[in-house]
């Protein structure tokens, strides 16, 4: 079944904003676990709440994609950088990453003309070098006093569709 003719690309509301603290959570402890240990998941998921998401939502940056109205991934995006891209662990593999980053490039590329910046988790590196980022340089993310690992990505800011 092709995801893309079941599903919708929409900016976020304060309403997504349960759906989103779930999806996220679901997202790393599922899926970002491969490459990070039980304590780095702890310290990244602490303290978090559904209305962390509300600045992001009420200043239009963030989006779902929503299928038969359950929201499958999520993205925040702001000229010149993805900021975040999640899909839901049942959804991985089904275009809705590709989708969402292609919601999120446009987004990126509005009123910025240089790179766009990724800051990628170890586990979804493959798929942005896939869809042409480049590694800049290793670093981490504090979260609640432990460092969480990424990669600093970026790739051109033209108007080319990822792959």
């Avoid at 759906?19 to 303290?47: F, G, K, M």
């Avoid at 490039?105 to 790179?115: I, K, N, S």
Wanted: glycine fraction near 10%.
């Amino acid at each position: 079944m092709d995801m893309l003719t079941h599903s919708t690309i929409r900016p976020a509301t304060r309403v997504d904003a349960p759906a989103i603290h779930d999806l996220h959570t679901a997202s790393v402890t599922r899926v970002c676990t491969t490459h990070y240990t039980p304590e780095q998941v702890r310290a990244w998921l602490a303290n978090r709440t559904p209305e962390g998401y509300y600045e992001g939502i009420d200043r239009c940056e963030m989006f779902v994609c929503e299928t038969g109205g359950v929201v499958v991934g999520f993205g925040h995006a702001l000229p010149g950088e993805v900021v975040a891209l999640y899909v839901h662990a049942d959804w991985v593999q089904h275009g809705v990453g590709t989708a969402l980053l292609s919601h999120g490039l446009e987004m990126a590329r509005r009123g910025h003309a240089g790179p766009i910046r990724v800051v990628a988790t170890l586990n979804a590196q493959s798929f942005y070098e896939k869809h042409g980022f480049r590694e800049v340089r290793r670093s981490a993310v504090p979260r609640n006093g432990v460092d969480i690992p990424v990669v600093d990505m970026e790739r051109e800011g033209g108007a080319e569709t990822p792959g």
